[in-house]
């Protein structure tokens, strides 16, 4: 296993998608986040079965958290232990954890306390496996084929979104949550040997600077993380790269997350009218993520970046003024496509613009607030609009987002930043 893991990866002229190691991470990442899928399913009907409405709502919400605290001393694990060791190491906990709770249910009836612990050990666990995740591609393949493999890794997630819910319900329905609890461990589990048999190339700085001083580990940990942030904060495309990203978030969640079902509520499109809105917005995303994928490079990233955020904004304000289902399925399909398209080259420009040996703490600063900060604004989101409706809400969650194409273009730095050739 250490052998295989420290094989260097090999020099890559070809394309990603013909290159066996990256697809064998692509399969491992797949797997990993269909078993994401399949768990939400099962720890919300196990929670809604087992406690009040109340209760499984604070057992949905208990991994936000540890996420959020969490984050960025997970970025410093994954730059300092290596992102494959971190990614490997996160994967056999989740499966654990979750195949331990598939056993205690179908034995017994515990109540809700195994799924809020749970809850806790995932939001933990996902602090250092995000970063990991973020800092692999670099590792396993060359430069210039960054971009191609941030839209197959966004193929790769919507795949798994499609597929991850739908054999959760299967699981339930078969079974009970202890089923889709086993069925989700399984599908984590799978991800275990490919990511054993991924190939990366190690860097001399992965460890850090050495110091053998008593208790050095924890300060040389928070030296780490001063110096991940001072860098991200000097760089010139980064620092207003992550002001885009957490202002596009911040815009983004509360419509499509809380928002869209209040819509739906309110304009009698019912459940089905939603899931028709949410294709939609699926659809264009994994467009956009063809797109990167197939082209592997776009020119004028900043440019394309700043305004696909700008029209997405425009979009999400539209979504609540029309009154029909199938104009909604439309805007949605349009604020898809450009959320995924400004989404996947931000990543892009991520990865290729960080120092590899920073990937990780670049990551945690980048899916903090989006992973951990954002959810957090959706209680506030549903107040607002109990208090003024879903039309002026909207349109300031779309304002908000398009503050982040506004800083794309009016910084120069970003807004001339390119892909590799």
């Not at 053998?212 to 001063?226: K, N, Y």
């Not at 910084?411 to 892909?419: C, P, Q, S």
Request: hydrophobic content about 55%.
């Amino acid at each position: 296993m250490t052998a295989t893991g420290t094989a260097p990866a090999p020099a890559t002229t070809g394309p990603a998608h013909r290159d066996g190691n990256v697809l064998r991470w692509l399969g491992a990442y797949a797997s990993s986040m269909a078993g994401d899928g399949v768990y939400y399913v099962a720890l919300s009907w196990a929670a809604v079965q087992t406690g009040s409405p109340a209760q499984a709502g604070m057992v949905m919400s208990a991994s936000a958290l540890p996420r959020a605290v969490l984050m960025l001393g997970g970025g410093v694990i994954a730059d300092r232990w290596g992102p494959r060791r971190v990614v490997i190491g996160s994967d056999a906990v989740r499966c654990a954890a979750v195949l331990a709770v598939a056993g205690l249910l179908f034995l017994t009836s515990p109540g809700l306390w195994p799924l809020a612990v749970l809850a806790l050990v995932f939001g933990a666990v996902d602090a250092v496996f995000v970063p990991a995740v973020g800092a692999l591609p670099a590792r396993i393949t060359g430069t210039a084929q960054l971009a191609r493999v941030q839209g197959m890794r966004g193929l790769a997630y919507r795949f798994a979104v499609i597929v991850g819910a739908p054999l959760g319900g299967i699981g339930v329905a078969a079974g009970g949550a202890a089923a889709a609890f086993g069925l989700a461990g399984l599908l984590i589990a799978l991800s275990l040997p490919l990511l054993i048999s991924v190939r990366i190339r190690e860097l001399p700085s992965d460890d850090g600077p050495a110091d053998s001083s008593p208790g050095s580990r924890g300060t040389t940990a928070w030296r780490h993380l001063v110096t991940g942030l001072r860098r991200i904060r000097r760089h010139r495309v980064l620092a207003p790269l992550m002001l885009v990203i957490a202002l596009g978030d911040l815009g983004f969640v509360g419509p499509f997350n809380v928002g869209l079902t209040l819509l739906a509520d309110e304009r009698g499109w019912g459940a089905s009218g939603m899931g028709w809105v949410l294709a939609g917005f699926g659809t264009g995303a994994a467009l956009a993520s063809l797109l990167l994928a197939v082209r592997g490079r776009l020119p004028h990233a900043g440019r394309v970046a700043a305004h696909a955020i700008l029209a997405g904004s425009v979009a999400i304000a539209a979504l609540a003024q029309v009154p029909g289902v199938v104009a909604a399925v439309g805007i949605a399909l349009f604020v898809g496509l450009s959320a995924g398209l400004s989404g996947a080259v931000c990543g892009a420009l991520l990865q290729t613009q960080a120092d590899p040996a920073y990937l990780g703490r670049v990551t945690a600063v980048s899916s903090l607030v989006s992973l951990g900060l954002a959810p957090l604004t959706m209680p506030l989101f549903a107040a607002a609009v109990g208090a003024w409706g879903t039309r002026p809400v909207f349109v300031v969650s779309a304002v908000l987002c398009g503050l982040g194409g506004g800083v794309a273009l009016c910084v120069k730095d970003l807004r001339r930043a390119e892909l590799p050739r």
